[in-house]
RNA sequence: GCGCCCGUAGCUCAAUUGGAUAGAGCGUCUGACUACGGAUCAGGAGGUUGGGGGUUCGAGUCCUCCCGGGCGCGCCA
């Protein structure tokens, strides 16, 4: 049950009355119709633009069309009180009694509860993290894994039928310079003295294990060999060790994707061909001559003519190169075919999760994918923006090129999977964002993450109390059944109403790709329920467990049982582990 | 020089996608708490939403011009 959709069933209902008895005109756009929660607690339960909306094609005072259509929703036994205010909002605060139902839905649904037929079932492909094979995961790689799957986690759960995607970066020359480090690892571990690594290889210590590796498979046979009789062979065995590297990176922040997919393989088995024709076939490649860019001209600048995909014709600045001078793709050509081939597995709508640095991306693959589709997909490109690690009052610095970055796997360790992940939710991507390792495992307010545990591990420790009372486990389905009327405070339907909340909070979030917002919601969440357990302090009656009143103790159950449900609901669409107790 | 993102309380960030008096946490000031589990709660102070102009019933949000910060800018991926 979704309390915002019923009431806008109210309302339509309401409008059609009207229109019915000729008093608003017919037909009339009701799209942007809308029922939310007031933004003014003290404006009631319920509030409609309506009336604002209608006044323009109904060419009447939006006071005059809220006068007219508060009656009806006033008549309404679910409606207590329903009132006219401001410009011509329509305030509702409804019964009680809508509360205790919507509470028994809640424990029936159990994490279910906030689910939604939204997505219809319709195919989504987000696609995540994405790192080149060259070494583990860093930081920056931890907020786009994280995003990304909590994303597919929240389209899922808003009934999107979700896959979810790595694409290996398999094909460029980054690759084969791996290949080359893995060469000199091989012969360091062959006992020859290699010396420093040189620029433009990768240095990191991470390289040790595949150079072992080859030589152990091998022998010294490559050793003094020519490149062109190992390269291949090196290349081949030191991605798919990198790739083992990043899978069990990200399967140690609980992340595992459903599809892999090589760019070599695509470019091999011709996709890349295949797209180009296409897009032939439409008169979007020619070949002409770029302008340098103004005010920062390459010092190696010359005027040659390429092969160009008309992006400007899509809404980029300028045209973008399809092959590099000496025939072969680049690397948007490939990432084209790739988003070709998931159009092609019936992918309309499209989701890629990139890293701030690929902001100048965005609109050449979004006209890309707008012209081999001929308009028929949608691409949503996320940026996550850069993650500033603090310690100690410091900031911690990570080079990727110096190879002493910060890995994913050094943060794990430092704060765990579930604080990784619940902390990289907590700001909008495209903010950048300050992320302290000292005061994510404190325990206190400050740290979002230990305030909803904390409400969550709270209410199941009222449930085991209970449970030792009753001599046994009380089931949700049981308290479902319990009289709720006794529930009765403000703060304890001000929780209900929050929890009432929630299936709205994962279709707005589902809806804008912003799976942070899931994180404000719990915030606010667990403050009502710690805001009610203390006054339970103040006020012995309202604690949750009376030994002497077994009717009000089992609807006070209900109630925790709900909130630890709703939060239980919340963290699994981040992947995160409800806590039982906090040692 | 161009493009994209950001700019909101001293600090870190929200704001139901155009809604009503812009909200939280930290910090600061005042109070409550020998207990269903202590790390919590109640309240005060703190704002010209970087600045100017525009659009309309209504702008932090949309348009425009400045200012400041980040990222990027033809054969790197």
Not at 20 to 38: F, H, K, N, T
Request: proline letters at 5%; charged letters at 25%; hydrophobic letters at 45%.
């Amino acid at each position: 049950m979704n309390i915002h959709q019923t009431f806008r069933q109210h309302v339509l209902a309401a409008i059609d009355g009207l229109a019915a008895a000729g008093r608003l005109p017919a037909d009339m756009d009701l799209a942007r119709v809308g029922v939310e929660p007031p933004r003014e607690a003290g404006h009631g339960d319920l509030s409609t633009n309506a009336a604002m909306l209608l006044a323009k094609p109904a060419k009447m005072k939006p006071r005059d069309i809220a006068e007219m259509l508060v009656e009806p929703l006033r008549a309404l036994d679910a409606v207590a009180d329903a009132s006219v205010a401001g410009p011509g909002f329509i305030n509702l605060t409804l019964a009680p009694g809508v509360w205790h139902e919507c509470l028994a839905a809640i424990l029936e649904a159990g994490t279910a509860y906030g689910n939604s037929d939204m997505g219809g079932g319709a195919p989504v492909n987000v696609e995540y993290v994405s790192a080149n094979p060259t070494g583990p995961l860093h930081v920056a790689h931890a907020r786009g894994a994280v995003t990304g799957d909590a994303l597919a986690n929240l389209l899922a759960k808003a009934g999107y039928a979700v896959t979810t995607e790595y694409y290996i970066n398999d094909a460029g020359a980054q690759v084969d310079a791996l290949a080359r480090s893995a060469h000199l690892r091989y012969r360091e571990a062959l006992g020859d003295e290699i010396g420093e690594i040189p620029e433009g290889l990768y240095p990191g210590d991470y390289m040790v294990p595949v150079g072992e590796a080859l030589a152990a498979e091998g022998g010294d046979a490559w050793r003094d060999a020519p490149e062109a009789e190992w390269l291949e062979r090196f290349r081949d065995r030191a991605i798919e060790m990198m790739m083992e590297t990043v899978r069990a990176d990200l399967a140690a922040l609980g992340v595992e994707q459903k599809v892999f997919t090589s760019e070599r393989g695509l470019v091999d088995a011709g996709a890349v061909d295949a797209v180009f024709e296409i897009l032939e076939g439409r008169g979007l490649i020619y070949t002409g001559v770029l302008e340098p860019p103004k005010g920062k001209k390459p010092d190696d600048w010359e005027p040659r003519p390429q092969t160009l995909f008309k992006a400007t014709d899509f809404g980029d600045d300028v045209d973008r190169p399809m092959k590099k001078s000496d025939g072969s793709w680049t690397y948007f050509a490939n990432d084209i075919a790739y988003h070709y081939d998931k159009y092609q597995r019936g992918f309309t709508t499209m989701i890629d999760i990139f890293g701030a640095d690929h902001g100048g991306y965005v609109k050449r693959m979004k006209a890309a994918v707008a012209a081999m589709s001929d308009g028929g997909a949608d691409l949503d490109i996320k940026l996550c923006q850069m993650v500033h690690l603090k310690k100690g009052g410091e900031p911690m610095r990570m080079s990727k090129r110096a190879g002493n970055f910060v890995t994913l796997r050094d943060l794990i360790d430092e704060v765990g999977k579930d604080v990784v992940r619940f902390i990289m939710l907590t700001r909008k991507n495209d903010s950048q964002m300050e992320f302290d390792l000292d005061k994510v495992v404190e325990q206190t307010r400050d740290n979002p993450v230990f305030y909803v545990q904390y409400a969550h591990a709270r209410c199941r420790s009222v449930l085991r109390a209970a449970a030792e009372l009753f001599g046994g486990p009380v089931s949700a389905a049981d308290l479902a059944g319990a009289d709720l009327a006794a529930l009765d405070d403000p703060s304890e339907l001000e929780l209900i109403k929050r929890m009432a909340e929630w299936p709205r909070a994962v279709e707005a979030a589902a809806e804008a790709h912003e799976p942070h917002r899931v994180a404000y919601y719990l915030h606010d969440l667990a403050e009502s329920f710690h805001a009610l357990w203390n006054k339970g302090k103040d006020d012995v009656r309202l604690r949750f467990i009376h030994e002497d009143d077994d009717g009000l103790t089992r609807a006070r159950l209900a109630l925790v049982q709900g909130v630890a449900l709703v939060i239980a609901s919340g963290l699994e669409v981040f992947g995160v582990t409800p806590v039982e107790e906090l040692r």
